[in-house]
T-cell receptor, first 120, second 114 residues
Framework: DTGVSQNPRHKITKRGQNVTFRCDPI?????LYWYRQTLGQGPEFLTY????????KSRLLSDRFSAERPKGSFSTLEIQRTEQGDSAMYLC??????????????????FGPGTRLTVL | AQSVSQHNHHVILSEAASLELGCNYS??????LFWYVQYPGQHLQLLLK??????LVKGIKGFEAEFIKSKFSFNLRKPSVQWSDTAEYFC????????????FGTGTKLQVIP
């Protein structure tokens, strides 16, 4: 399967614990995105990487959240001191850069299956 | 700030009925517009997108959408739905500048009855 993969698929944790999720984008996609989706809502943008550089961060990304993409390939999203309000589906997406449209081009984002987090 | 509004949360149609899902957005500048679909048990995937040019955009599986700038709308249509179109549909926008943030609507669940 050459799509976006995310691990784990499900995570149950107790309030106050730290959790880390991993996203492996499609090979050679240099752009990677994290979203959060709660019940009855659409995905909410959290952050965006181009290669290893984190270029955009949403205000939703509190100081308890940190994302990395150290080698420009896979990415991790860590939540420290989890709260019940963090319970959600965390989605990762990746996209290639279309050089024909210039450096700000947008291409289709390919989404992974998500990691469902439940904080008890 | 950009925002997206989807009017219908849950739509139930019989097979062969026509479909129109509403989407309105709010943003002061130029936007790119998208419809994404999530079939049961599957990932989100792009249905169609509008960047510029012809405001009537055709996507996969017979779907189309029309961008009406004066109404800030990008409604999704299909002349004749099939049971396999049962899914959740999300409208989304992105400002056409360098920022990559995509803002999604709350989604519309479509149920097609055979």
């Amino acid at each position: 399967d050459t799509g976006v993969s995310q691990n784990p698929r499900h995570k149950i944790t107790k309030r106050g614990q730290n959790v880390t999720f991993r996203c492996d984008p499609i090979s050679e996609h240099n752009r990677l995105y994290w979203y959060r989706q709660t019940l009855g809502q659409g995905p909410e943008f959290l952050t965006y990487f181009q290669n290893e550089a984190q270029l955009e961060k949403s205000r939703l990304l509190s100081d308890r959240f940190s994302a990395e993409r150290p080698k420009g390939s896979f990415s991790t999203l860590e939540i420290q001191r989890t709260e019940q309000g963090d319970s959600a589906m965390y989605l990762c997406a990746s996209s290639p850069r279309d050089r024909s449209f210039g450096r700000s081009a947008y291409n289709e984002q390919f989404f992974g299956p998500g990691t469902r987090l439940t904080v008890l | 700030a950009q925002s997206v509004s989807q009017h219908n949360h849950h739509v139930i149609l019989s097979e062969a009925a026509s479909l129109e899902l509403g989407c309105n957005y709010s943003y002061g500048g130029t936007v790119n517009l998208f419809w994404y679909v999530q079939y049961p048990g599957q990932h989100l995937q792009l249905l169609l997108k509008y960047f510029s040019g012809d405001p009537l955009v055709k996507g996969i599986k017979g779907f189309e959408a029309e961008f009406i700038k004066s109404k800030f709308s990008f409604n999704l249509r299909k002349p004749s739905v099939q049971w396999s179109d049962t899914a959740e549909y999300f409208c989304a926008i992105k400002n056409s500048g360098g920022y990559q943030k995509v803002t999604f609507g709350t989604g519309t669940k479509l149920q097609v009855i055979p």
